[in-house]
């Protein structure tokens, strides 16, 4: 059972590559979550597949915010 499942997360991983071409923090997140991973009881490669995917949208979600505080530059006072 253990290898199927640790299959179908690799092959999982390995499907999501494409999508994440520009996969900004997903190198630190997946550091992060493989030691995490590995503390909470020997999953390091699951935790870092996690914590590419939780870093890579937190950096999305930053582009975001800026992007639309460039958008709207603050009104000036007269």
Partial sequence: MRPLIAVCVFSTCLLMLPGLGSAKGCLKGAAVGGVVGHV??????????AGCVIEHHREKEK????????QNPPRKSP
């Avoid at 909470?40 to 597949?49: E, F, M, R, T």
């Fill in 63 to 70: 582009d975001k915010a800026a992007a639309r505080q460039n």
């Fill in 40 to 49: 909470a009881g020997h999953h390091a490669i699951l935790g870092a597949a």
